[in-house]
């Protein structure tokens, strides 16, 4: 089993940047992806970032530019630069590991971001 560790999360106002950190434990399969989702007030939950452990990464439209995902392998930490924040962007965000090959995935418990003047 993987276990997830987030932090970063908090309160900043329009403009502003934050970054989160999610570390993975356990039984980390070397082909995998991870990954950062988000779900607002009464919307679905919904990609924002993933990076594949051969560095491959895809981005939702509305952060690309603005936030940035990376990761350490040695440590299998994941990283989400968030720079421009906005209003919208103010959700819960979950930290999510999937293993390529047999397609299981493992959720964080969530960490707010809260967008704010």
């Known amino acids: 089993q993987v276990q997830l560790v987030e932090s970063g999360g908090g309160l900043v106002q329009p403009g502003g940047s934050l970054r989160l950190s999610c570390a993975a434990s356990g039984s980390i399969s070397s082909i995998n992806a991870m990954g950062w989702y988000r779900q607002a007030p009464g919307k679905q939950r919904e990609l924002v970032a993933v990076?594949?452990?051969?560095?491959?990464?895809n981005y939702a439209d509305s952060v690309k530019g603005r936030f940035t995902i990376s990761r350490d392998n040695a440590k299998n930490t994941v990283y989400l630069q968030m720079n421009s924040l906005k209003p919208e962007d103010t959700a819960i965000y979950y930290c999510n590991f999937r293993n390529i090959v047999s397609n299981s995935m493992t959720w964080g418990q969530g960490t707010q971001v809260t967008v704010s003047s």
């Open positions: 990076i594949r452990s051969y560095g491959v990464t």
